[in-house]
């Protein structure tokens, strides 16, 4: 059963710290981009991060820059947002997703979806 599972959202405060965990199973294919994306209530869905598995390259969104971070355990299948210096205009939905496809990329289309995880930055 293919599934990517997000986990780690919650309430914080702005300038506080979350950690989005999101874990890989069940795909039988090799897939070669993994992405965070978020989508705030009325608004688009944006693209957060893009990473390359081939290279190793992350591309961030210039929202985020300076802020998140991408980070990997091989072992455990899993990939790791780490988001400092939270904002209220952080507050959304983010979803990870994986894509076959080489290349980062954030308007072609994904393979596998996760489910979602709220993030709400609040005082």
């Known amino acids: 059963h293919e599934q990517l599972v997000e986990s780690g959202g919650g309430l914080v405060q702005p300038g506080g710290s979350l950690r989005l965990s999101c874990t890989v199973s069940?795909?039988?294919?090799?897939?070669?981009?993994i992405s965070w994306f978020r989508q705030a209530p009325g608004k688009e869905r944006e693209g957060v991060t893009c990473t390359s598995r081939s290279d190793g390259t992350t591309y961030y969104a210039d929202s985020v820059k300076g802020r998140f971070t991408i980070s990997s355990d091989n072992d455990k299948n899993t990939v790791y947002l780490e988001m400092n210096s939270l904002k209220p205009e952080d507050t959304a939905v983010y979803y990870c997703a994986i894509m076959v496809h080489f290349g980062c990329s954030w308007v072609l289309e994904y393979d596998l979806w996760g489910q979602g995880t709220q993030v709400t930055v609040s005082a």
């Open positions: 069940g795909f039988t294919s090799d897939f070669h981009v």
